[in-house]
């Protein structure tokens, strides 16, 4: 089975730009689609989406399947969150709202195991249910899982140094819509406080050498061509309900306006 996860972090080295999409809704068969239809990497948003834990193992194994790198964001930085997911066999874990370095050193050893981390040992489909022996999988573990912290709040533009000094972290992401909230500007994304913080995060990532990218919806376009300009290293862009919502309206406009 290809690894998404070492393809992730060799293409980035190789300076491609990666693009992926955002998963919500908890049927399997619209992430396996939008696999299908392009997207490389797919990140299953179990922070605000509606997924339980059979939900998340079935979103896994259907965007694998069609070919494509999965990621999963997490509730919380909390261990009890963590770590059921790992054993999951997901290509990355994305922490949300990780403020300074000691919950980004948290969410490392969460995702690590001794004697570098904290991460207690039951891979299920991690280990291909045990069809990689114990010493392979500990071997490769580290190299092939995508570790992601969230940069989402003025706390953390603030301390981006000391997060980007902690080993182990892979890429870092950007969440715009709880940046411009922490800023006092929520949704306001060409405000000059959001813009300004954007391009912090991205030259400190770039200096530090850690890949640095976006997560956003489809519609907003000037802020994609905003951050286009900053070449960031991957793109997560889109999701199903607004193509859906984006499809929908589209077709009933058409129809209404050719019936007219």
Same mark, same amino acid.
């Given at each position: 089975?290809?690894?998404?996860? *070492?393809?992730?972090?060799?293409?980035?080295?190789?300076?491609?730009?990666?693009?992926?999409?955002?998963?919500?809704?908890?049927?399997?068969?619209?992430?396996?689609?939008?696999?299908?239809?392009?997207?490389?990497?797919?990140?299953?948003?179990?922070?605000?989406?509606?997924?339980?834990?059979?939900?998340?193992?079935?979103?896994?194994?259907?965007?694998?399947?069609?070919?494509?790198?999965?990621?999963?964001?997490?509730?919380?930085?909390? *261990?009890?969150?963590?770590?059921?997911?790992? &054993?999951?066999?997901?290509?990355?874990?994305?922490?949300?709202?990780?403020?300074?370095?000691?919950?980004?050193?948290?969410?490392?050893?969460?995702?690590?195991?001794?004697?570098?981390?904290?991460?207690?040992?039951?891979?299920?489909?991690?280990?291909?249910?045990?069809?990689?022996?114990? !010493?392979?999988?500990?071997?490769?573990?580290?190299?092939?899982?995508?570790?992601?912290? !969230?940069? &989402?709040?003025?706390?953390? $533009?603030?301390? *981006?140094?000391? *997060?980007?000094?902690?080993?182990?972290?892979?890429?870092?992401?950007?969440?715009?819509?709880?940046?411009?909230?922490?800023?006092?500007?929520?949704? !306001?994304?060409?405000?000059?406080?959001?813009?300004?913080?954007?391009?912090?995060?991205?030259?400190?990532?770039?200096?530090?050498?850690?890949?640095?990218? $976006?997560?956003?919806?489809?519609?907003?376009?000037?802020?994609?061509?905003?951050?286009?300009?900053?070449?960031?290293?991957?793109?997560?862009?889109?999701?199903?309900?607004?193509?859906?919502?984006?499809?929908? &309206?589209?077709?009933?406009?058409?129809?209404?306006?050719?019936?007219?």
């Amino acid at each position: 089975m290809k690894n998404y996860g *070492i393809e992730w972090k060799r293409r980035l080295k190789e300076g491609e730009l990666l693009l992926g999409g955002h998963i919500f809704l908890p049927n399997p068969a619209m992430a396996e689609a939008m696999a299908h239809f392009g997207y490389e990497y797919l990140w299953i948003d179990g922070e605000h989406g509606s997924f339980d834990r059979e939900a998340l193992l079935a979103h896994i194994t259907a965007v694998n399947s069609a070919g494509s790198g999965v990621f999963v964001r997490v509730v919380a930085n909390e *261990i009890a969150f963590i770590k059921p997911v790992l &054993e999951m066999g997901p290509d990355g874990i994305i922490v949300p709202m990780v403020n300074n370095a000691e919950e980004a050193a948290a969410f490392i050893s969460a995702c690590t195991y001794p004697p570098k981390g904290t991460r207690g040992f039951g891979p299920r489909r991690a280990n291909r249910y045990g069809s990689i022996s114990d !010493q392979e999988y500990l071997g490769t573990i580290d190299d092939s899982l995508v570790k992601i912290v !969230q940069i &989402e709040h003025k706390k953390a $533009v603030d301390d *981006i140094d000391s *997060i980007l000094e902690v080993p182990g972290i892979d890429s870092v992401v950007v969440g715009p819509y709880d940046l411009s909230g922490s800023l006092g500007v929520m949704g !306001q994304f060409d405000h000059p406080d959001m813009l300004e913080a954007c391009r912090r995060i991205v030259e400190r990532c770039k200096t530090r050498k850690t890949p640095c990218g $976006v997560s956003m919806g489809a519609p907003n376009q000037a802020f994609l061509r905003f951050w286009l300009e900053l070449k960031p290293d991957f793109i997560f862009c889109g999701d199903e309900i607004s193509f859906v919502k984006a499809g929908t &309206e589209s077709t009933i406009r058409k129809i209404r306006d050719f019936y007219i």
